[in-house]
């Protein structure tokens, strides 16, 4: 079945250590798209990819860091975790196939820094 | 750049009730409107949209939604909520091949 998956669903790290949040999709989607959503908040863009080896920088500056190897993997990586980065990451993908701009989106992965 | 607001920030509605949910877009030309629905601790899932057309636009689980270019408003509807419609609701607006997010409204149903 297509879909997008996220991986871990729930994450609590201690201050200072690396992370990486796993995002992959299975609907052969070009487009993919990190978003950062603190509770009860709007979602803010902080980066895309329209491709393998494209990657850019959304609209909310952060300090992770993403990478596009492969078509269905688009994974985020926080090199030094912190309490500011307590959130609720979410991946999203889409494609010119579907409806203009309809993102897909996986369930999320919900950050705690201690 | 293409922006929602959404005014209410929380609405209370009993079951069975109507409800109705507010979404503003600035945007010249004719835009490209989301409405998504969050459960808690989920992600989003897509009720409806609208490209163009009529502009009344039927989604899932019973929602509908209608594009008023002249009021500049594309607001979401359900005729009678049921306790699982209890959610966060998100507009968005396309900007490109990006989604630019309202803040949300946040849906209670009371009993």
């Known amino acids: 079945e297509a879909d997008i998956y996220q991986t871990p669903r729930y994450l609590v790290i201690g201050t200072g250590k690396k992370i990486t949040l796993e995002c992959s999709q299975t609907?052969?989607?070009?487009?993919m798209y990190w978003y950062q959503q603190d509770p009860g908040m709007e979602l803010h863009l902080i980066h895309y990819?329209?491709?393998?080896?494209?990657?850019e920088k959304g609209d909310l500056s952060s300090e992770s860091t993403v990478s596009r190897i492969r078509t269905e993997h688009f994974p985020l990586t926080l090199e030094s975790a912190r309490p500011s980065h307590t959130s609720q990451y979410l991946c999203?993908?889409?494609?010119?196939?579907?409806?203009?701009?309809?993102?897909?989106f996986g369930p999320g992965t919900r950050l705690t820094v201690l | 750049a293409q922006s929602v607001t959404q005014p209410d920030i929380h609405i209370t509605v009993s079951e069975g009730a109507s409800l109705e949910l507010r979404c503003n877009y600035s945007?010249?030309?004719?835009?490209?409107l989301f409405w998504y629905v969050q459960s808690p601790g989920q992600g989003l899932q897509l009720l409806l949209k609208?490209?163009?057309?009529?502009?009344l636009v039927q989604g899932i689980k019973g929602f509908e939604a209608e594009f008023k270019r002249s009021q500049s408003s594309f607001n979401l509807r359900k005729p009678s909520v049921h306790w699982s419609d209890a959610a966060e609701y998100f507009c968005a607006v396309a900007n490109d091949y990006k989604l630019s997010f309202g803040a949300g409204t946040t849906v209670t149903v009371r009993a």
């Open positions: 999203a993908s889409s494609s010119p196939g579907t409806s203009y701009n309809e993102q897909f």
């Open positions: 609208y490209f163009s057309g009529d502009t």
């Open positions: 945007y010249g030309a004719t835009p490209y």
């Open positions: 990819s329209y491709g393998v080896n494209s990657t």
């Open positions: 609907m052969g989607h070009d487009k």
